[in-house]
């Protein structure tokens, strides 16, 4: 019998993490991601699956970004029927993940649709003004019209996925604890181990029984970094047969968190003597929670003055909710500061902002403040009208505390550009622009190497897959694997299919 994994996703690119092992006539599939950013990688979203949805026997789940689950409900729409197995974290942080994408799907196919119908009004319109002008039979008629969409008829696409698929996903959810032995299907075992990303992240262990042998896959999912805020550190392994690792900042060393935080501490004093903005992009999953955490740090030890802090992202106040509800999973020291009576995970007089009128009218608010708003690489969301704001205002900081995709606004803006075009609008970016590197949520290239550097002599992989990263981050990563550690290290392609000998 043979094993093999197939790359779906996050091969090549960053997103859409999508993994299909296959032992014999066994199929495990390991997270099942959006691809984001650039349209063309959006659109892969929207290309069939690679298998059989229903010949899938379970799905596994590394954590809830939506680049690693937001196509489960259309799995399921497909007709897997199986079970899902994560962290009881990862289960309660998804849902709140898919229910916002479906929102999002449906929002986004009716644009498409009416943008779509709009053109083919159009070419009928125009159709029928130039046969009128000549016989249709004459063959100098324009090909295009002739291909124009017959009248009344317009080119429509069903969203992705809708609530009700969700629903029907969440009915699919196994919670397990970190550690504890599930088993996936006939000969299938996977362990969770912690990997200290974002609440209920988790390395899966994988064991397929081969006849004599079980083989151990480890996918690394996304790292986390020690020492990060409310999180333990990413769980060490020490042996497998193959290991398949992201490799997001695989060609980079962040700053170190003490250099971040002086960042963030001068960021924050200069609006605060100019009486400006901070403006934040965050992710509504585990960012905001993380830098929520360490403002909370930093007015505790009066090392910044009290700008008023609003939180401006519905979802990331019930991811917080979630963070609250699994206190089994924090590092010591949350569950410290937690047993003596601190809110480690609220600012003091944070204001949430529920409705889109309230988030609007932030801008008349009394300055200086701080905006903490999502979404995080400035692809959508409350930030759009937030910039429209505040980009053109020189007393305004906008600050990156995250990964900026190839492609996105965000890149662009983190790059120097200084023009943003939002909503057919041209807006000049008069405001300051700030990175720190610092608080990403991503181990770094010594990091990762460090990780994988745990794997002793006896527990060697015989190869390690570099996925979950930019072509050149991945191909300097392989390059230090091979020299560093001495390891085999292979970039597969999207859609390759490796046999495991
Ligand atoms: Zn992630
Ligand atoms: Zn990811």
Not at 51 to 75: K, Q, S, V, Y
Not at 225 to 234: E, K, M, N, Q
């Amino acid at each position: 019998m043979s094993i093999s994994i197939q790359f779906l996703g996050a091969a090549g690119c960053v997103t859409g993490s999508q993994f299909l092992v296959t032992a014999g006539d066994r199929r495990v599939l390991v997270d099942c991601g959006m691809f984001q950013g650039s349209p063309e990688e959006v659109e892969r979203n929207h290309l069939p699956f690679a298998f059989e949805a229903d010949a899938l026997d379970a799905a596994i789940l590394t954590h809830a970004h939506l680049d690693h689950c937001g196509r489960l409900p259309a799995l399921v729409k497909a007709g897997f029927r199986g079970p899902i197995h994560g962290t009881h974290a990862t289960a309660d942080l998804a849902e709140i993940v898919l229910r916002d994408s479906a929102k999002l799907q449906v929002e986004f196919t009716d644009r498409w649709n009416r943008r779509h119908a709009r053109d083919a009004e159009k070419a009928t319109a125009a159709a029928a003004t130039e046969a009128t002008a000549r016989e249709t039979d004459d063959e100098s008629f324009p090909e295009r019209l002739r291909n124009a969409p017959p009248e009344g008829r317009t080119y429509t696409r069903a969203p992705l996925y809708d609530e009700a698929d969700v629903e029907a996903t969440m009915q699919q959810f196994r919670g397990a604890d970190y550690g504890a032995e599930i088993a996936v299907t006939d000969g299938v075992t996977a362990v969770l181990h912690d990997a200290g990303h974002i609440l209920g992240s988790a390395i899966v262990e994988l064991r397929v029984t081969d006849g004599a042998e079980p083989r151990t896959i480890i996918f690394s999912g996304d790292l986390g970094r020690d020492g990060s805020p409310i999180l333990r550190d990413p769980t060490p392994i020490s042996h497998a047969d193959h290991v398949v690792v992201e490799s997001t900042y695989g060609n980079r060393e962040h700053d170190p968190h003490d250099q971040a935080i002086e960042e963030l501490v001068a960021a924050i004093t200069e609006v605060s003597t100019d009486e400006g903005v901070l403006l934040v992009p965050a992710f509504a999953i585990g960012r905001t929670q993380e830098v929520i955490w360490v403002l909370d740090e930093l007015v505790r030890d009066g090392r910044i003055p009290r700008v008023p802090l609003y939180l401006d992202s519905p979802m990331a106040s019930r991811a917080t909710t979630v963070y609250h509800d699994h206190p089994e999973t924090y590092d010591e020291e949350t569950a410290a500061l937690l047993r003596s009576g601190d809110s480690p995970l609220e600012y003091p007089g944070q204001q949430f902002t529920d409705t889109v009128e309230a988030s609007r009218s932030i801008r008349h608010a009394k300055r200086p403040i701080m905006v903490v708003a999502s979404s995080g690489m400035l692809t959508g969301g409350r930030i759009m009208h937030h910039l429209k704001d505040f980009l053109p205002d020189p007393k305004c900081t906008l600050l990156f505390i995250g990964y900026q995709g190839e492609g996105t606004l965000g890149r662009r803006l983190q790059d120097g550009g200084r023009t943003a075009r939002i909503d057919g609008q041209e807006i000049d970016v008069r405001c300051r622009v700030r990175s720190i590197s610092g608080f990403s949520a991503h181990a770094d290239q010594h990091e990762l190497e460090t990780w994988l550097g745990h794997f002793g002599a006896d527990g060697r992989p015989k190869t390690v897959f570099i996925v979950h990263g930019d072509p050149d981050a991945a191909e300097a990563f392989a390059a230090r694997i091979r020299s560093g550690l001495g390891m085999e290290a292979v970039i597969p392609k999207h859609r390759e299919t490796v046999t495991l000998t």
